[in-house]
């Protein structure tokens, strides 16, 4: 079984900064790409937005956070989400999407998991 945790939310000043974790865990023999996606607060069935993603090396962007957002991979199964110059309009509940392969039974598998979120405020 393969878990995805996120960390690092919470409220703050417009222009401030926030700091997001996620890990991947469980029996993952191998990651294909890690990302933050966003979602308005409190409305799980809303679509699920891009906002950053490491995949093969390469980092992609939502261009409404280029230049402000930074996403880095602290392990194989740890991504970070640097965020800078916040605006109001950042505030969602941000999840982070794990792509990993897995054994089970003799068989290899592929599949990805979502975490829970995270809620990142941005209020004066």
């Known amino acids: 079984q393969v878990r995805v945790v996120e960390s690092g939310g919470g409220s703050v000043q417009p222009g401030g900064s926030l700091t997001l974790r996620c890990v991947a865990s469980?029996?993952?023999?191998?990651?294909?790409?890690m990302g933050w996606y966003r979602q308005e607060l409190g409305n799980p069935r809303d679509p699920r937005d891009l906002v950053a993603r490491i995949e093969d090396g390469r980092t992609l962007y939502a261009d409404s956070v280029k230049g402000r957002f930074t996403i880095s991979r602290d392990s194989e199964n740890a991504v970070s989400l640097q965020m800078n110059n916040l605006k109001p309009g950042d505030t969602f509940n941000y999840l982070c999407?794990?792509?990993?392969?897995?054994?089970?039974?003799?068989?290899?598998?592929?599949?990805?998991?979502w975490g829970q979120g995270t809620e990142v405020i941005v209020s004066s």
């Open positions: 999407h794990a792509d990993v392969g897995y054994p089970s039974g003799g068989t290899f598998y592929r599949s990805g998991y």
């Open positions: 469980g029996n993952i023999a191998a990651v294909y790409s």
